[in-house]
Antibody, heavy 116, light 106 residues
Framework: EVQLVQSGAVVKKPGESLKISCETS????????IAWVRQTPAKGLEWIGI????????RYNPSFQGQVTLSADKSTSTAYLQWNSLRASDSAKYYC?????????WGQGTPVTVSS | SYELTQPSSVSVSPGQTARITCSGD??????ARWFRQKPGQAPVMLIY???ERPSGIPERFSGSSSGTTVTLTISGAQAEDEGDYYC?????????FGGGTRLTVL
């Protein structure tokens, strides 16, 4: 069974760094893209970018380019989304999803709150 | 830039058929996907390639496409089908989401 389990809710201050995770199981990690999506009440669902663990090919939504970094650890089948300097506007729920030609499997989401 | 437009809400009586539409120029040449989201749960994919169902998704969920409008149909809606439904476009280069439709079964 394909599973994507994301790290828990986080509260951070503006300017702090953060790395959230998406631990996968039930399939060959290096053969599927992992996408990241942001959800907020104001803007709805937004695609952040996508990462291919097989060769580290990474594609970003231009709106998020330079603001976040996607990565993965093949040894633990875990994908990551990280920020070097958080802003209050980064407060949202973040989802990872395994992307495939015959559908996507989603993680449960990680709530991130950025507040002073 | 492309946009996907869904009705904000749809209501249906138990056992009746609910239809949720999604319009967008991007679907003129590309396939649509649908997922359902319930509070506190991971989104669940319902339809890909306009009308294909992943394994484990009940047959009462079906999808169709006509021009630039795609439709998710829930035949014989059940109380457990309540939730937020999203259409979206997804490739390894770009994803785009509709605004979501809140389905109420009452």
């Amino acid at each position: 069974e394909v599973q994507l389990v994301q790290s828990g809710a986080v509260v951070k201050k503006p300017g702090e760094s953060l790395k959230i995770s998406c631990e996968t199981s039930g399939y060959i990690f290096t053969t599927y893209w992992i996408a990241w999506v942001r959800q907020t009440p104001a803007k709805g669902l937004e695609w952040i970018g996508i990462f291919y663990p097989g060769d580290s090919d990474t594609r970003y939504n231009p709106s998020f380019q330079g603001q976040v970094t996607l990565s993965a650890d093949k040894s633990t089948s875990t994908a990551y989304l990280q920020w070097n300097s958080l802003r209050a506007s980064d407060s949202a729920k973040y989802y990872c999803a395994r992307h495939g030609a015959v559908g996507d499997h989603w993680g449960q989401g990680t709530p991130v709150t950025v507040s002073s | 830039s492309y946009e996907l437009t869904q009705p904000s809400s749809v209501s249906v009586s138990p056992g009746q058929t609910a239809r949720i539409t999604c319009s967008g120029d991007i679907f003129g040449k590309n396939f649509a996907r649908w997922f359902r989201q319930k509070p506190g749960q991971a989104p669940v994919m319902l339809i890909y390639r306009d009308s294909e169902r992943p394994s484990g998704i009940p047959e009462r969920f079906s999808g169709s496409s006509s021009g630039t409008t795609v439709t998710l149909t829930i035949s014989g809606a059940q109380a457990e089908d309540e939730g937020d439904y999203y259409c979206y476009f997804a490739t390894d280069k770009n994803w785009l989401f509709g605004g979501g439709t809140r389905l109420t079964v009452l």
